[in-house]
């Protein structure tokens, strides 16, 4: 069974300054990944998403994401945040095959300080 | 083009009641999934439906959860007899179905029970 692993419950950076979350991931087969971003009171948007072919993958709100094969990583990364990047992120892998349900990490609340 | 939406936003019911939460999905998406989201549990998958083929319920969590899709469109999740414990977000996506599939969220159904 295929499992999510955010490491990092509540992260604060100040605005302007580097940002990355961890995702640490557990399937048998090449995953399909994905980082969504949730506001408060509001569904999940889409950041980004890895299928295959350039382990780098950049996203919507200047996001990127690299996969990382030899470490079963996908972190999310972002030069510099925004105030308005305050949100929940979570990070999912997927199935190429059979159970299409998306397994979820629990979740990094980002805060960012002025 | 619209995207997922959910109704109703919120709901607040007394325990014992029976409760229905209706999804519309994207236009044209074969796909049609929900999930839960609630505090002790992060989001938790509970039914996958694709086309005409019989829907995934291996997420549903008791025999008083049950969904159906009309048409191949919307989609209705039941629950009946709530308990305080079913408490939690409801969230809806679809997908195109096709190979490399994106779920796209609604805005979710906040159910508290009383």
């Known amino acids: 069974a295929q499992s999510v692993t955010q490491p990092d419950i509540h992260i604060t950076v100040s605005e302007g300054a580097s940002l990355e979350l961890r995702c640490n991931y557990s399937?048998?087969?090449?995953?399909?990944l994905f980082w969504y971003v949730q506001s408060p009171g509001q569904g999940l948007q889409l950041l980004l998403k890895?299928?295959?072919?350039?382990?780098l993958v950049q996203g919507i709100k200047g996001f990127e994401a690299e996969f990382k094969r030899s470490q079963s990583s996908f972190n999310l990364r972002k030069p510099s945040v925004h105030w308005s990047d305050a949100a929940e992120y979570f990070c999912?892998?997927?199935?190429?095959?059979?159970?299409?349900?998306?397994?979820f990490g629990s979740g990094t609340r980002l805060q960012v300080q002025p | 083009g619209a995207g997922v939406s959910q109704s109703p936003s919120n709901k607040v019911t007394e325990k014992g009641k029976d409760v229905e939460l209706r999804c519309d999905p994207i236009?044209?998406?074969?796909?049609l999934y929900w999930y839960r989201q609630s505090l002790g549990q992060g989001l938790e998958f509970l039914i996958y439906?694709?086309?005409?083929?019989?829907?995934?319920k291996s997420g549903l969590p008791s025999d008083r959860f049950s969904a159906e899709r009309t048409g191949g469109s919307v989609s209705t999740l039941t629950i009946q007899r709530t308990q305080q414990e079913d408490s939690a977000v409801y969230l809806c996506?679809?997908?195109?179905?096709?190979?490399?599939?994106?779920?796209?969220f609604g805005p979710g159904t906040r159910l508290l029970v009383l």
């Open positions: 439906f694709q086309g005409n083929s019989a829907p995934d």
């Open positions: 999912a892998v997927g199935a190429g095959t059979g159970r299409r349900a998306l397994t």
């Open positions: 236009s044209g998406h074969t796909a």
């Open positions: 890895y299928f295959s072919g350039d382990t």
């Open positions: 996506a679809s997908s195109s179905g096709t190979h490399q599939e994106t779920q796209y």
């Open positions: 399937y048998g087969a090449t995953p399909y």
